[in-house]
Protein backbone atom coordinates (compact mmCIF):
# COMPACT_ATOMS: atom_id res chain seq x y z
CA UNK A 1 0.00 0.00 0.00
CA UNK A 2 1.89 3.48 -1.05
CA UNK A 3 1.11 6.68 -3.05
CA UNK A 4 1.86 7.27 -6.36
CA UNK A 5 5.22 8.90 -7.08
CA UNK A 6 6.74 10.76 -5.09
CA UNK A 7 5.21 13.27 -1.78
CA UNK A 8 4.38 17.06 -3.13
CA UNK A 9 6.52 19.83 -1.41
CA UNK A 10 4.02 22.41 -2.33
CA UNK A 11 3.53 25.37 0.01
CA UNK A 12 -0.05 23.47 -0.34
CA UNK A 13 1.17 20.05 0.81
CA UNK A 14 1.62 20.91 5.05
CA UNK A 15 3.87 18.60 7.26
CA UNK A 16 0.35 18.17 8.80
CA UNK A 17 -0.77 16.94 6.06
CA UNK A 18 2.01 14.24 4.98
CA UNK A 19 1.61 13.32 8.89
CA UNK A 20 -1.91 12.68 7.83
CA UNK A 21 -1.34 10.63 4.59
CA UNK A 22 1.25 8.43 6.53
CA UNK A 23 -1.62 7.91 9.46
CA UNK A 24 -3.63 6.81 6.90
CA UNK A 25 -1.45 4.12 5.48
CA UNK A 26 -1.10 3.01 9.16
CA UNK A 27 -4.97 2.94 9.68
CA UNK A 28 -4.96 0.70 6.17
CA UNK A 29 -2.40 -1.33 7.61
CA UNK A 30 -4.19 -1.85 10.54
CA UNK A 31 -7.41 -2.50 9.08
CA UNK A 32 -9.26 -0.04 10.39
CA UNK A 33 -9.60 2.02 6.84
CA UNK A 34 -10.30 0.30 4.33
CA UNK A 35 -8.82 0.77 0.39
CA UNK A 36 -10.37 3.65 -1.15
CA UNK A 37 -12.10 4.63 1.71
CA UNK A 38 -12.93 8.21 2.26
CA UNK A 39 -10.72 10.43 4.88
CA UNK A 40 -10.62 13.64 6.35
CA UNK A 41 -7.89 15.76 4.93
CA UNK A 42 -7.47 19.33 6.10
CA UNK A 43 -7.88 20.67 2.60
CA UNK A 44 -11.58 19.07 1.79
CA UNK A 45 -13.14 17.11 4.23
CA UNK A 46 -14.03 13.42 3.14
CA UNK A 47 -12.17 13.75 -0.81
CA UNK A 48 -9.23 12.15 -1.95
CA UNK A 49 -7.94 14.54 -4.27
CA UNK A 50 -5.63 12.86 -7.47
CA UNK A 51 -2.09 13.76 -5.23
CA UNK A 52 -3.63 11.89 -2.61
CA UNK A 53 -4.90 8.71 -4.34
CA UNK A 54 -3.64 5.52 -2.53
CA UNK A 55 -2.44 2.62 -4.17
CA UNK A 56 -2.95 -1.14 -3.17
CA UNK A 57 -0.16 -2.63 -5.29
CA UNK A 58 -0.95 -6.11 -4.55
CA UNK A 59 -4.36 -5.57 -5.81
CA UNK A 60 -2.75 -3.16 -8.37
CA UNK A 61 -1.04 -6.45 -9.17
CA UNK A 62 -3.77 -8.75 -9.56
CA UNK A 63 -5.25 -6.61 -11.64
CA UNK A 64 -2.70 -6.25 -14.53
CA UNK A 65 -2.21 -10.55 -14.32
CA UNK A 66 -5.56 -10.83 -15.85
CA UNK A 67 -4.39 -8.84 -18.54
CA UNK A 68 -1.00 -9.61 -19.30
CA UNK A 69 1.85 -12.21 -18.19
CA UNK A 70 3.41 -11.94 -14.87
CA UNK A 71 6.88 -10.30 -16.47
CA UNK A 72 5.01 -7.76 -17.69
CA UNK A 73 2.78 -6.94 -14.64
CA UNK A 74 6.08 -6.41 -12.91
CA UNK A 75 7.23 -4.21 -15.78
CA UNK A 76 4.02 -1.79 -15.62
CA UNK A 77 4.14 -1.82 -11.87
CA UNK A 78 8.37 -0.25 -11.72
CA UNK A 79 7.33 1.78 -14.39
CA UNK A 80 3.67 3.09 -12.45
CA UNK A 81 5.17 3.65 -9.15
CA UNK A 82 8.27 5.49 -11.15
CA UNK A 83 6.62 8.16 -13.14
CA UNK A 84 2.97 7.82 -11.48
CA UNK A 85 3.58 11.76 -10.49
CA UNK A 86 2.29 12.22 -13.92
CA UNK A 87 -1.14 11.60 -12.87
CA UNK A 88 -1.00 13.52 -9.74
CA UNK A 89 0.38 16.53 -11.42
CA UNK A 90 -1.30 16.40 -15.04
CA UNK A 91 2.52 17.49 -15.90
CA UNK A 92 4.28 14.92 -18.64
CA UNK A 93 6.74 17.08 -19.25
CA UNK A 94 9.50 13.80 -18.15
CA UNK A 95 7.60 12.09 -20.12
CA UNK A 96 9.02 14.07 -23.15
CA UNK A 97 12.35 13.64 -22.38
CA UNK A 98 12.37 9.43 -22.44
CA UNK A 99 13.47 7.61 -25.29
CA UNK A 100 10.61 6.86 -27.65
CA UNK A 101 10.77 2.53 -27.24
CA UNK A 102 11.05 3.63 -23.30
CA UNK A 103 8.41 5.80 -23.44
CA UNK A 104 5.91 3.55 -24.69
CA UNK A 105 6.24 1.13 -21.99
CA UNK A 106 5.61 4.28 -19.72
CA UNK A 107 2.70 5.32 -21.33
CA UNK A 108 0.88 1.69 -20.95
CA UNK A 109 2.11 1.82 -17.44
CA UNK A 110 0.36 5.15 -16.33
CA UNK A 111 -2.86 4.00 -18.75
CA UNK A 112 -3.00 1.08 -16.65
CA UNK A 113 -2.98 2.70 -13.36
CA UNK A 114 -5.38 5.44 -14.34
CA UNK A 115 -7.95 2.83 -15.42
CA UNK A 116 -7.06 1.01 -12.27
CA UNK A 117 -7.83 4.28 -10.14
CA UNK A 118 -10.56 5.24 -12.48
CA UNK A 119 -8.27 8.41 -13.63
CA UNK A 120 -8.34 7.36 -17.45
CA UNK A 121 -9.70 10.38 -18.83
CA UNK A 122 -7.65 12.42 -16.39
CA UNK A 123 -4.76 10.39 -18.67
CA UNK A 124 -6.80 10.70 -22.00
CA UNK A 125 -6.23 14.39 -21.32
CA UNK A 126 -2.73 14.54 -20.49
CA UNK A 127 -2.20 12.28 -23.83
CA UNK A 128 -3.98 14.74 -25.78
CA UNK A 129 -2.30 17.25 -24.35
CA UNK A 130 1.25 16.75 -24.70
CA UNK A 131 0.39 14.86 -28.10
CA UNK A 132 1.88 11.78 -26.72
CA UNK A 133 2.24 9.24 -29.43
CA UNK A 134 1.59 5.34 -28.92
CA UNK A 135 4.70 4.91 -31.31
CA UNK A 136 8.21 6.13 -31.34
CA UNK A 137 7.39 7.08 -35.14
CA UNK A 138 10.80 4.95 -36.07
CA UNK A 139 8.83 1.81 -36.90
CA UNK A 140 9.73 1.99 -41.06
CA UNK A 141 13.40 2.92 -40.61
CA UNK A 142 13.47 0.59 -38.06
CA UNK A 143 12.35 -2.03 -40.56
CA UNK A 144 14.30 -1.84 -43.31
CA UNK A 145 17.54 -1.61 -40.50
CA UNK A 146 16.74 -5.23 -39.28
CA UNK A 147 16.48 -6.25 -42.92
CA UNK A 148 20.45 -5.39 -43.40
CA UNK A 149 21.24 -6.11 -40.17
CA UNK A 150 23.42 -9.11 -40.88
CA UNK A 151 23.68 -10.12 -37.38
CA UNK A 152 19.80 -11.25 -37.60
CA UNK A 153 19.74 -12.88 -40.64
CA UNK A 154 18.42 -16.78 -40.86
CA UNK A 155 21.84 -18.33 -41.24
CA UNK A 156 23.02 -16.08 -37.77
CA UNK A 157 20.45 -17.54 -36.30
CA UNK A 158 20.47 -20.85 -37.34
CA UNK A 159 24.16 -20.78 -35.55
CA UNK A 160 23.25 -19.52 -32.56
CA UNK A 161 20.47 -21.60 -32.00
CA UNK A 162 22.42 -24.99 -33.20
CA UNK A 163 25.65 -24.01 -30.43
CA UNK A 164 22.70 -23.36 -27.95
CA UNK A 165 20.98 -27.01 -28.08
CA UNK A 166 24.71 -28.25 -28.20
CA UNK A 167 25.91 -26.68 -25.13
CA UNK A 168 23.28 -27.23 -22.77
CA UNK A 169 21.13 -30.19 -20.81
CA UNK A 170 18.56 -32.20 -23.02
CA UNK A 171 15.68 -30.58 -20.74
CA UNK A 172 16.82 -27.03 -22.30
CA UNK A 173 17.56 -28.05 -25.39
CA UNK A 174 14.02 -29.40 -26.36
CA UNK A 175 12.61 -26.56 -25.22
CA UNK A 176 14.58 -24.67 -27.80
CA UNK A 177 13.44 -26.87 -30.20
CA UNK A 178 10.09 -26.77 -29.38
CA UNK A 179 9.66 -23.31 -29.24
CA UNK A 180 11.35 -22.82 -32.69
CA UNK A 181 8.84 -26.19 -34.50
CA UNK A 182 6.00 -23.80 -33.21
CA UNK A 183 6.86 -20.55 -33.66
CA UNK A 184 5.42 -19.37 -30.38
CA UNK A 185 7.12 -16.96 -27.78
CA UNK A 186 8.48 -18.75 -24.31
CA UNK A 187 6.08 -17.49 -22.20
CA UNK A 188 3.53 -19.95 -24.23
CA UNK A 189 5.59 -22.22 -24.87
CA UNK A 190 6.05 -22.55 -20.99
CA UNK A 191 2.05 -22.91 -20.43
CA UNK A 192 2.06 -24.89 -23.75
CA UNK A 193 4.16 -28.04 -22.04
CA UNK A 194 2.49 -27.41 -19.20
CA UNK A 195 -0.37 -28.25 -20.57
CA UNK A 196 0.74 -31.25 -22.92
CA UNK A 197 1.89 -32.88 -19.13
CA UNK A 198 -1.95 -32.29 -18.09
CA UNK A 199 -4.63 -34.68 -17.93
CA UNK A 200 -6.20 -32.13 -20.68
CA UNK A 201 -7.69 -33.98 -23.91
CA UNK A 202 -9.01 -30.74 -25.51
CA UNK A 203 -5.62 -29.26 -26.09
CA UNK A 204 -3.72 -31.57 -28.86
CA UNK A 205 -6.09 -32.57 -31.52
CA UNK A 206 -3.74 -35.45 -33.05
CA UNK A 207 -6.24 -35.71 -36.40
CA UNK A 208 -6.31 -32.23 -37.11
CA UNK A 209 -2.31 -32.01 -36.12
CA UNK A 210 -2.90 -28.65 -34.55
CA UNK A 211 -2.42 -27.45 -30.54
CA UNK A 212 -5.91 -25.73 -29.98
CA UNK A 213 -4.55 -22.88 -27.85
CA UNK A 214 -7.57 -20.76 -28.53
CA UNK A 215 -9.67 -22.92 -26.33
CA UNK A 216 -7.64 -21.64 -23.33
CA UNK A 217 -8.14 -17.95 -23.70
CA UNK A 218 -7.62 -16.81 -20.35
CA UNK A 219 -4.17 -18.31 -21.09
CA UNK A 220 -2.58 -17.76 -24.73
CA UNK A 221 -5.48 -15.13 -25.90
CA UNK A 222 -3.90 -11.81 -24.33
CA UNK A 223 -4.87 -8.20 -24.85
CA UNK A 224 -1.94 -7.42 -27.51
CA UNK A 225 -0.21 -11.11 -28.00
CA UNK A 226 -2.25 -14.35 -29.08
CA UNK A 227 -1.40 -17.43 -30.25
CA UNK A 228 -5.01 -19.28 -31.37
CA UNK A 229 -3.58 -22.61 -33.34
CA UNK A 230 -0.09 -24.08 -33.61
CA UNK A 231 0.50 -26.85 -36.63
CA UNK A 232 2.74 -30.17 -35.16
CA UNK A 233 2.55 -34.00 -35.79
CA UNK A 234 3.36 -36.35 -32.86
CA UNK A 235 6.91 -35.98 -33.17
CA UNK A 236 6.75 -32.11 -32.08
CA UNK A 237 4.46 -32.99 -29.46
CA UNK A 238 6.93 -36.30 -27.57
CA UNK A 239 9.49 -33.42 -27.83
CA UNK A 240 7.43 -31.37 -25.13
CA UNK A 241 6.53 -34.26 -23.56
CA UNK A 242 10.13 -35.18 -22.62
CA UNK A 243 10.73 -32.06 -21.06
CA UNK A 244 10.73 -32.98 -17.42
CA UNK A 245 10.48 -29.17 -16.31
CA UNK A 246 9.92 -26.34 -18.26
CA UNK A 247 13.01 -24.15 -17.58
CA UNK A 248 12.17 -19.78 -16.49
CA UNK A 249 14.20 -17.33 -18.50
CA UNK A 250 16.06 -16.71 -15.95
CA UNK A 251 17.27 -20.51 -15.66
CA UNK A 252 17.99 -20.08 -19.38
CA UNK A 253 19.79 -16.51 -19.54
CA UNK A 254 22.24 -18.15 -16.41
CA UNK A 255 23.09 -21.36 -18.06
CA UNK A 256 23.50 -19.54 -21.53
CA UNK A 257 26.04 -17.05 -19.83
CA UNK A 258 27.48 -19.81 -17.83
CA UNK A 259 28.20 -20.94 -21.77
CA UNK A 260 29.81 -17.70 -22.76
CA UNK A 261 26.44 -17.44 -24.89
CA UNK A 262 24.25 -14.34 -25.30
CA UNK A 263 20.51 -14.60 -24.75
CA UNK A 264 18.42 -15.17 -27.81
CA UNK A 265 15.49 -17.13 -27.44
CA UNK A 266 13.96 -14.63 -29.64
CA UNK A 267 15.28 -15.75 -32.64
CA UNK A 268 13.47 -19.33 -31.93
CA UNK A 269 10.64 -17.54 -33.37
CA UNK A 270 11.90 -15.37 -35.91
CA UNK A 271 13.54 -18.68 -37.26
CA UNK A 272 10.03 -20.51 -37.39
CA UNK A 273 8.64 -17.44 -39.82
CA UNK A 274 11.80 -16.80 -41.90
CA UNK A 275 12.02 -20.80 -42.58
CA UNK A 276 8.62 -20.85 -43.33
CA UNK A 277 8.09 -17.97 -45.86
CA UNK A 278 11.84 -19.65 -47.29
CA UNK A 279 9.39 -22.44 -48.19
CA UNK A 280 6.59 -20.77 -49.70
CA UNK A 281 3.92 -20.59 -46.70
CA UNK A 282 2.56 -17.09 -47.52
CA UNK A 283 2.74 -13.93 -44.79
CA UNK A 284 -0.47 -14.40 -44.26
CA UNK A 285 -0.73 -17.77 -42.97
CA UNK A 286 2.52 -17.15 -41.16
CA UNK A 287 0.80 -14.58 -39.48
CA UNK A 288 -2.22 -16.49 -38.38
CA UNK A 289 0.38 -19.20 -37.07
CA UNK A 290 1.88 -16.23 -35.02
CA UNK A 291 -1.25 -14.64 -33.88
CA UNK A 292 -1.17 -11.94 -35.34
CA UNK A 293 -4.47 -10.96 -37.01
CA UNK A 294 -5.07 -7.52 -37.38
CA UNK A 295 -7.43 -5.22 -39.11
CA UNK A 296 -6.52 -6.66 -42.08
CA UNK A 297 -9.75 -7.25 -43.54
CA UNK A 298 -8.62 -9.98 -46.39
CA UNK A 299 -6.97 -12.25 -42.90
CA UNK A 300 -9.62 -11.98 -41.19
CA UNK A 301 -12.62 -12.39 -43.34
CA UNK A 302 -11.49 -14.15 -46.79
CA UNK A 303 -8.36 -15.84 -46.33
CA UNK A 304 -8.70 -19.74 -47.07
CA UNK A 305 -6.14 -21.66 -46.87
CA UNK A 306 -5.40 -24.45 -49.05
CA UNK A 307 -6.79 -27.98 -48.29
CA UNK A 308 -2.66 -29.35 -47.98
CA UNK A 309 -1.44 -26.23 -46.30
CA UNK A 310 -0.82 -28.42 -42.72
CA UNK A 311 0.88 -30.65 -45.19
CA UNK A 312 3.04 -28.28 -46.17
CA UNK A 313 4.01 -26.05 -43.06
CA UNK A 314 4.82 -29.84 -41.34
CA UNK A 315 7.12 -30.88 -44.26
CA UNK A 316 8.95 -27.09 -43.74
CA UNK A 317 9.25 -27.68 -39.90
CA UNK A 318 10.64 -31.10 -41.29
CA UNK A 319 13.40 -29.99 -43.08
CA UNK A 320 13.36 -26.74 -40.36
CA UNK A 321 14.00 -30.04 -37.47
CA UNK A 322 16.91 -31.68 -39.75
CA UNK A 323 18.85 -28.70 -39.66
CA UNK A 324 19.25 -28.62 -36.20
Not at 278 to 297: A, C, E, F, T, V
Amino acid sequence: MGRVGVEPTTPAMSRKHLLLLDDVDARIRAGNLGVGQEFESPSSAHSLSPSNILIDWQQFHQFLLQRMTAKTAEDRIRYAKQFGSVLQTSDATILLQVPPNKRIHVMKALSALARFTGQYNRWRSIVEQYQLSWSTGTEKLDAFTRFFDDTKDLDTMLRWLKEAIKSVRTDYANFFLFCTLTGMRASECVDAVRLLHSSSTSYYNPKQQVLQHYRFPDIFIRRTKAIYISIVNDEIIDIARKIDKSPTLNSLKMVLKHRHLSMQLKYCRKIYASWLHRYGISSDLNDMLQGRIGKNIFLKHYLTPSADYKAQVLEALETLQCQL
